[in-house]
């Protein structure tokens, strides 16, 4: 592919797991959209050289930036967001006339598919399993934008959780409470309303299988929201449905993280359809 002032190319670096996924979306986008644009997948090492190498192609527009670069390429951007220095990793990389500007879309992407789903979370009580990276971003996003009731968090790495609510509460003025994912689960599931799933139980080679929530604890007052996405329908969500929970997958945060990506890439509206579809038949596929 030639760069010119036409044409545009968005790239994801990182971790080769899960490449596929993005690309399908993000190509889809831009067939719909009728832009010239594409969207590629780099196994990066050095991430200050990449990034000079976007400076100096104007037309590279984006890039998506996965484990492990998350938080290496913040000290290498011109401008990061207020939400991303609040989570503490960046996940999207925009370039605004050679000045490289970086987000975080993941807990804005949760936000956007709570509101698909017509899931309200004003007012509601708020379970976290989990204190890791995305977890910390759709605590943020929720804790400072959508206005819950409260919200708990429960993991199992004490020092963690206990870092990420102490941020919390300093930057935000919804109550946090903290526990232990082993000992407190059953307590917290049986006062709680919304339960978001952060752990890597029950993904594709990984404790695959498995879920973190024993199935009699569900009930059908429960939102379940799990952000493993491979499988689609994990053993959590299997269980939520049998219990009438309502069920929000994974693949929906991937989703609405990514049209956020391509709207502050291109500034227009995301093409929502193609990129579902585009991403429904990877997850079919295997890919």
């Given at each position: 592919?030639?760069?010119?002032a036409e044409t545009g190319l968005c790239a994801v670096i990182g971790h080769p797991v899960g490449h596929s996924l993005s690309p399908a979306m993000h190509n889809a986008?831009?067939?719909?959209?009728?832009?010239?644009?594409?969207?590629?997948?780099?196994?990066?090492?050095?991430?200050?050289?990449?990034?000079?190498?976007?400076?100096?192609?104007?037309?590279?527009?984006?890039?998506?930036?996965?484990?492990?670069?998350?938080?290496?390429?913040?000290?290498?951007?011109?401008?990061?967001?207020?939400?991303?220095?609040?989570?503490?990793?960046?996940?999207?990389?925009?370039?605004?006339?050679?000045?490289?500007?970086?987000?975080?879309?993941?807990?804005?992407?949760t936000l956007r598919a709570f509101a698909a789903a017509e899931v309200q979370l004003q007012g509601q009580r708020i379970l976290f399993l989990g204190a890791g990276g995305?977890?910390?971003?759709?605590?943020?996003?929720?804790?400072?934008?959508?206005?819950?009731?409260?919200?708990?968090?429960?993991?199992?790495?004490?020092?963690?959780?206990?870092?990420?609510?102490?941020?919390?509460?300093?930057?935000?003025?919804?109550?946090?409470?903290?526990?232990?994912?082993?000992?407190?689960?059953?307590?917290?599931?049986?006062?709680?309303?919304?339960?978001?799933?952060?752990?890597?139980?029950?993904?594709?080679?990984?404790?695959?299988?498995?879920?973190?929530?024993?199935?009699?604890?569900?009930?059908?007052?429960?939102?379940?929201?799990?952000?493993?996405?491979?499988?689609?329908?994990?053993?959590?969500?299997?269980?939520?449905?049998?219990?009438?929970?309502?069920?929000?997958?994974?693949?929906?945060?991937?989703?609405?993280?990514?049209?956020?990506?391509?709207?502050?890439?291109?500034?227009?509206?995301?093409?929502?359809?193609?990129?579902?579809?585009?991403l429904d038949l990877a997850l079919n596929q295997g890919l």
């Amino acid at each position: 592919m030639t760069i010119t002032a036409e044409t545009g190319l968005c790239a994801v670096i990182g971790h080769p797991v899960g490449h596929s996924l993005s690309p399908a979306m993000h190509n889809a986008a831009f067939r719909a959209a009728g832009l010239n644009f594409v969207y590629l997948a780099f196994d990066v090492t050095d991430v200050a050289a990449c990034l000079n190498g976007m400076r100096a192609l104007p037309s590279f527009r984006g890039l998506s930036v996965t484990i492990p670069h998350k938080m290496a390429v913040m000290p290498h951007l011109d401008e990061v967001t207020p939400m991303a220095r609040l989570v503490g990793c960046v996940n999207t990389v925009t370039n605004q006339g050679g000045r490289l500007i970086g987000s975080v879309t993941d807990g804005a992407g949760t936000l956007r598919a709570f509101a698909a789903a017509e899931v309200q979370l004003q007012g509601q009580r708020i379970l976290f399993l989990g204190a890791g990276g995305a977890v910390r971003a759709v605590a943020y996003a929720m804790a400072l934008h959508a206005a819950p009731h409260c919200i708990t968090i429960l993991g199992r790495t004490p020092g963690k959780v206990r870092t990420l609510a102490e941020d919390l509460r300093r930057d935000a003025s919804v109550p946090i409470a903290t526990g232990c994912l082993a000992d407190d689960l059953t307590g917290s599931l049986a006062s709680h309303d919304i339960i978001i799933q952060g752990t890597p139980v029950g993904m594709h080679g990984h404790d695959e299988g498995s879920s973190p929530v024993p199935g009699n604890l569900l009930r059908p007052e429960h939102v379940i929201f799990d952000m493993v996405y491979r499988p689609r329908l994990t053993p959590l969500l299997k269980n939520a449905v049998r219990a009438g929970c309502r069920t929000i997958p994974g693949s929906d945060m991937l989703l609405h993280q990514a049209i956020i990506q391509f709207e502050t890439w291109t500034d227009l509206p995301a093409p929502v359809d193609a990129m579902r579809d585009a991403l429904d038949l990877a997850l079919n596929q295997g890919l």
